[in-house]
């Protein structure tokens, strides 16, 4: 039987989401509680990765297990067994098909940034003292992104992948008291994508890039024209959408 699993985490203490033989993962303290609880070695199937430092609100895995159990009771070994900083919210029967990966519709994002200095947020926010932001400006630069398919510049280096192509169908940023967030979402992103979307809309903010200037990173497919990545900590991935027929109700 396959079960989607919905994790949620404060990816500050990992190197990420995806196993790495030299450093702690997310995936790999999963992976060892539920070969733990199970007597086997097991191996969950990430959404998607994030970078080291990166949380994250929603999160699904896939796994395969032969045999029935109780899912509350599962659920509650498992977050006995793994660190605070990592959760188990939900274990849910799926198709045999069903993939966490390949079979996700969209994901979106959250940026968060600070204004000011807040030591509750150190690790929850990229935090800005002394530098204004023209905020409607960053809109019409979001709204461009919306234009767009190809989203190479916005690429890490080197990375292997078949398609620079993404469909972006929400980008915008909201701005509340001290607090301005940037939501996106697509039905895929690039690594590092979202993290040098906001670095170079924050130089739209400061004026340091135009919105015919943005327009020309965008179609130079060149990472180096585009701004620097926004740091790790103000990053969340927050929804993670699937089609229904997937699931198993009973």
């Known amino acids: 039987m396959r079960y989607f699993i919905e994790i949620a985490y404060k990816g500050t203490n990992y190197h990420g989401w995806q196993f790495q033989p030299n450093a702690i993962t997310v995936q790999e303290l999963i992976n060892k509680a539920f070969s ?17 430092g990166v949380h994250a609100e929603q999160l699904y895995a896939h796994l ?50 600070y204004f000011g200095k807040n030591p509750f947020l150190t690790d929850a926010s990229w935090q800005i003292i ?10 019409e630069a979001a709204k461009i992104l919306l234009t767009y398919t190809n989203f190479k510049c916005f690429s890490r280096s080197n ?15 909201v701005h509340e008291n001290k607090s301005l967030i940037f939501y996106i979402t697509a039905d895929r992103f690039l690594r590092n994508m979202v993290r040098a979307i906001v670095g170079t809309l924050i130089e739209v903010g400061t004026g ?7 327009k020309r990173i965008i179609e130079s497919k060149d990472r180096k024209n585009a701004g620097p ?7 969340f991935l927050t929804e993670v959408n699937y089609p229904k027929n997937i699931f198993i109700n009973e």
């Open 229 to 235: 990545s926004a740091p790790a900590q103000g990053l």
């Open 208 to 214: 340091k890039t135009t919105l015919e200037e943005f």
């Open 159 to 173: 990375t292997d992948v078949r398609t620079y192509n993404c469909d972006v169908t929400k980008a915008v940023w």
């Open 36 to 52: 733990l609880i199970f007597k086997q070695t097991l191996d969950v199937t990430g959404a998607g990765r994030t970078d080291a």
């Open 130 to 139: 002394n530098k204004k932001l023209n905020v409607d400006l960053m809109n």
């Open 64 to 113: 395969d297990l032969e045999e029935d159990f109780n899912i509350d009771e599962v659920i509650y070994k498992l977050n006995s067994l793994l660190p605070k900083d990592i959760a188990i919210l939900s274990i849910l029967k799926v198709t045999d098909e069903a993939h966490a990966r390949f079979n996700a519709v969209s994901r979106s994002y959250q940026y968060r940034i």
